[in-house]
């Protein structure tokens, strides 16, 4: 076809010229060769030209006019013509006048700026000091030029903003799963010809690709193509989106293209909302519901990830008869799409043991969403390093139990059906600072063996209305898909109790409370909050906690065994008497600090780790918790929270 239209069009071309070549100048006006009916000669388009005069509603006059701009590009004998033709030496474009001339017909409406070659900016006139536009040069549009030789490329100008999103069908599995069909189906229904103008479509949901996947599928049905633009590069400036609005638009007709819009970062609306009111074509919000004008029909629909059951059967498929429970283990943890479940088993086929191959192939994928909002912390404790009363333990095995099986109960069982929310785990682990709060949550990722972020909130709150359950949907959405475990450190900070409204501000800080009491509800993972605050929570959370896990501050018989597993075997030590170590009434996190910091002392000496090294590390502790030594031999807590008893008084004369 790109063969028959440049031979098409050269041939056009030489038709062009040589009536131009033909053409003469009497008594200042044009005299043109005509046919032996005394009509001017039709000059043969090519297929290309044809189509645009198609979708832009242009007459056989204004597509002739096109040609001749482009053929001012093309053909070096083109501009010389047109210098002949105006009598100048100077002034090689063609014109209007200079085209009614040479094609023997004028339509002034062609001239006009809202007929179709100027309104959508197919040439562009190069106004000239007190000239009437009829008689200033014309000059094609370099996309229109490269179209009319057979490019299909994107314009440059909207290459830089906007991006294709059609995906193809995997190896094995379908680009959506049955539920997804339904959806497309759906849609397909409401916007069907015959039904009036194209609608705006609001795909409402957390996960983007899937929404995108829906939306290629709704936009292939009508024989469109999908590319996809941020909300927050769609231009301000009035100049710069009116170019943007037009090229679109033109572009959307040239190559039968659909838009799909990601708002997930837009912090206002009223751009989107204003290229909305004015967009012809067919086009897809991704986001919150967003305000749509008046004038414009809307759909608002749900478009969710493959269900477990869905997942399990896809993950069946691709893994063969021989996969065994990895299909439950894989689609009772992640949220994945048919397309991702089929690149994730093609990129595992080869390694061994594949199980834990896909596992963590499937971690990864799901790690991007969190970035910026959360930071990833190295899980290294195990169970060996965790020293709780066996109540707390049983509760920290509860949560793990509840997290590996959630697929057995949830789907095999038949709970979901049952349920629409509080499919996740969501627990509270309270306590004083330093009881092994964080290191309960590493130890439950290490043996899930997943990914733990503790939540940034310099990165998550945020001063501007809404911004702040943004940032969370983000987080939470992102989590499911992934599979990873939130960690709210100090939960207080965000899951603080409503307060008495009073002006904007406390009922701003209200709706984010209670947009956070809804998703942690809805939330299908497993989510930790930790506090040493527990009675400043909003009370609402605590229904919403399937457990909550009470950190005790350390017995003497729990300190002990705290010492006694601080130092890593590696570390060189003397005898360390763990019974009256175990009499400083500490937590575990300053028991911690005070072994690294006896472990420095006894490395800088070249020592031995020992008695006396503890003692300093000790001394140091206390003094940065405002207490005082008393004697040069004895150390006394005196009215802190530690003194529970007369033997809160440690003699460290005994200690050597």
């Given at each position: 076809?790109?063969?028959?239209?440049?031979?098409?069009l050269?041939?056009?071309?030489?038709v062009?010229?040589?009536?131009?070549?033909?053409c003469?100048i009497?008594?200042?006006?044009f005299?043109?060769?005509?046919?032996?009916?005394?009509?001017?000669?039709?000059?043969?388009?090519?297929?290309?030209?044809?189509?645009?005069?198609?979708?832009?509603?242009?007459?056989?006059?204004?597509?002739e006019?096109?040609?001749?701009?482009?053929?001012?590009?093309l053909?070096?004998?083109?501009?010389?013509?047109?210098?002949?033709?105006?009598?100048?030496?100077?002034?090689p474009?063609?014109?209007?006048?200079?085209?009614?001339?040479?094609?023997?017909?004028?339509?002034?409406?062609?001239?006009?700026?809202?007929?179709?070659l100027?309104?959508?900016?197919?040439?562009?006139?190069?106004?000239?000091?007190?000239?009437p536009?009829?008689?200033?040069p014309?000059?094609?549009?370099?996309?229109?030029?490269?179209?009319?030789?057979?490019?299909?490329?994107?314009?440059?100008?909207?290459?830089?903003?906007?991006?294709?999103?059609d995906?193809?069908e995997?190896?094995?599995?379908?680009?959506?799963?049955?539920?997804?069909e339904?959806?497309?189906?759906?849609?397909?229904?409401?916007?069907?010809p015959?039904?009036?103008?194209?609608?705006?479509?609001?795909?409402?949901?957390?996960?983007?690709?899937?929404?995108?996947q829906?939306?290629?599928?709704?936009?292939a049905r009508?024989?469109?193509s999908?590319?996809?633009?941020l909300?927050?590069?769609?231009?301000?400036?009035?100049?710069?989106?009116?170019?943007?609005?037009?090229?679109?638009?033109?572009?959307?007709?040239?190559?039968?293209?659909?838009?799909?819009?990601?708002?997930?970062?837009?912090?206002?609306?009223?751009?989107?909302?204003?290229?909305?009111?004015?967009?012809?074509?067919?086009?897809?919000?991704?986001?919150?519901?967003?305000?749509?004008?008046?004038?414009?029909?809307?759909i608002?629909?749900?478009?969710?990830?493959?269900?477990p059951?869905e997942?399990?059967?896809a993950?069946?498929?691709?893994?063969?008869e021989?996969?065994?429970?990895t299909?439950?283990?894989?689609?009772?943890?992640?949220?994945?799409?048919?397309?991702?479940?089929d690149?994730?088993?093609?990129?595992?086929?080869?390694?061994?043991?594949?199980?834990?191959?896909?596992w963590?192939?499937?971690?990864?994928?799901?790690?991007?969403?969190?970035?910026?909002?959360?930071?990833r912390?190295q899980v290294?404790?195990?169970?060996?390093?965790?020293?709780?009363?066996?109540?707390?333990?049983?509760?920290l095995?509860?949560?793990?139990?509840q997290?590996?099986?959630?697929?057995?109960?949830?789907?095999?069982?038949?709970?979901?059906?049952?349920?629409?929310r509080?499919?996740g785990?969501?627990?509270?682990?309270?306590?004083?600072?330093?009881?092994?709060?964080?290191?309960?949550?590493?130890?439950i990722?290490?043996?899930l063996?997943?990914?733990?972020y503790r939540?940034?909130?310099?990165?998550?709150?945020?001063?501007?209305?809404?911004?702040?359950?943004?940032?969370?949907?983000?987080?939470?959405?992102?989590a499911e898909?992934?599979?990873?475990?939130?960690?709210?450190?100090?939960?207080?900070?965000?899951?603080?109790k409503?307060?008495?409204?009073?002006?904007?501000k406390?009922?701003?800080?209200?709706?984010e409370?209670?947009?956070l009491l809804?998703?942690?509800?809805?939330?299908?993972?497993?989510?930790?909050?930790?506090?040493?605050?527990?009675?400043?929570?909003?009370?609402?959370?605590?229904?919403?906690?399937?457990?909550?896990?009470?950190?005790?501050?350390?017995?003497?018989?729990?300190?002990?065994?705290?010492w006694?597993?601080?130092?890593?075997?590696e570390?060189?030590?003397?005898?360390?008497?763990?019974?009256?170590?175990?009499?400083?009434?500490?937590?575990?996190?300053?028991?911690?600090?005070?072994?690294?910091?006896?472990?420095?002392?006894?490395?800088?000496?070249?020592?031995?780790?020992?008695?006396?090294h503890?003692e300093?590390?000790?001394?140091?502790?206390?003094?940065?918790?405002?207490?005082?030594?008393?004697?040069?031999?004895?150390?006394?807590?005196?009215?802190?929270?530690?003194?529970?008893?007369?033997?809160?008084?440690t003699?460290?004369?005994?200690?050597?």
């Amino acid at each position: 076809m790109n063969t028959e239209n440049r031979v098409a069009l050269g041939e056009a071309i030489a038709v062009l010229r040589s009536r131009m070549e033909t053409c003469s100048i009497q008594n200042s006006e044009f005299k043109i060769q005509k046919d032996g009916e005394g009509e001017v000669a039709p000059i043969p388009l090519p297929p290309t030209l044809e189509y645009l005069a198609d979708r832009f509603g242009l007459t056989d006059l204004e597509a002739e006019i096109l040609l001749l701009c482009a053929a001012q590009e093309l053909d070096d004998g083109i501009p010389k013509q047109c210098d002949r033709l105006r009598g100048s030496h100077n002034c090689p474009y063609p014109t209007f006048s200079l085209a009614f001339d040479v094609l023997g017909e004028s339509d002034w409406e062609a001239v006009s700026s809202e007929g179709p070659l100027r309104h959508w900016r197919l040439l562009e006139v190069l106004e000239r000091d007190f000239l009437p536009a009829k008689d200033c040069p014309l000059k094609i549009d370099d996309r229109v030029l490269n179209f009319l030789v057979g490019s299909l490329r994107l314009d440059r100008r909207l290459a830089t903003l906007v991006f294709p999103l059609d995906e193809t069908e995997g190896e094995v599995l379908p680009l959506l799963a049955p539920s997804q069909e339904a959806v497309v189906e759906e849609i397909v229904r409401a916007i069907a010809p015959g039904k009036g103008s194209l609608p705006i479509v609001q795909l409402l949901g957390g996960h983007g690709t899937c929404k995108q996947q829906i939306a290629g599928a709704v936009a292939a049905r009508f024989g469109l193509s999908l590319f996809g633009i941020l909300g927050q590069l769609i231009p301000t400036a009035s100049g710069d989106y009116e170019e943007f609005v037009r090229l679109w638009e033109r572009e959307a007709r040239m190559l039968d293209l659909a838009l799909y819009i990601d708002m997930q970062e837009v912090r206002s609306g009223e751009t989107v909302q204003r290229f909305a009111s004015q967009s012809r074509g067919l086009l897809f919000l991704d986001g919150r519901e967003t305000r749509i004008p008046d004038h414009r029909r809307s759909i608002a629909i749900s478009a969710e990830m493959p269900t477990p059951a869905e997942q399990r059967s896809a993950w069946s498929a691709v893994l063969g008869e021989e996969a065994g429970e990895t299909p439950s283990v894989l689609a009772g943890q992640f949220r994945l799409s048919f397309g991702e479940i089929d690149r994730l088993a093609g990129e595992t086929r080869d390694r061994l043991p594949r199980e834990g191959a896909l596992w963590n192939a499937c971690l990864q994928r799901g790690t991007p969403g969190l970035e910026g909002l959360s930071q990833r912390l190295q899980v290294k404790a195990g169970w060996d390093n965790l020293v709780l009363p066996e109540e707390q333990l049983g509760q920290l095995w509860q949560i793990v139990h509840q997290v590996r099986l959630r697929s057995r109960v949830y789907d095999e069982w038949g709970f979901r059906a049952r349920l629409n929310r509080g499919l996740g785990t969501a627990a509270l682990f309270a306590g004083e600072s330093g009881t092994g709060k964080t290191m309960a949550a590493e130890v439950i990722a290490k043996e899930l063996n997943l990914h733990l972020y503790r939540i940034d909130l310099s990165a998550v709150v945020s001063k501007y209305i809404g911004e702040t359950e943004k940032n969370l949907s983000r987080l939470f959405a992102a989590a499911e898909e992934g599979g990873a475990i939130l960690f709210f450190d100090e939960a207080d900070a965000l899951f603080g109790k409503r307060s008495e409204v009073s002006d904007a501000k406390d009922r701003y800080a209200n709706i984010e409370i209670d947009y956070l009491l809804q998703r942690i509800e809805s939330y299908g993972g497993l989510a930790i909050m930790a506090t040493n605050m527990k009675s400043a929570l909003d009370k609402a959370f605590l229904r919403r906690l399937r457990f909550i896990v009470d950190f005790p501050f350390p017995s003497g018989e729990y300190r002990r065994a705290m010492w006694e597993k601080v130092f890593p075997p590696e570390v060189p030590r003397g005898a360390l008497d763990y019974q009256s170590l175990a009499r400083l009434e500490l937590a575990g996190g300053a028991i911690y600090n005070i072994a690294i910091n006896a472990a420095f002392l006894a490395a800088q000496g070249g020592e031995a780790l020992a008695m006396e090294h503890v003692e300093v590390a000790a001394r140091s502790s206390w003094q940065k918790l405002g207490r005082p030594f008393i004697g040069d031999e004895q150390f006394k807590i005196q009215n802190s929270k530690f003194k529970r008893s007369e033997e809160s008084v440690t003699d460290f004369s005994r200690l050597h």
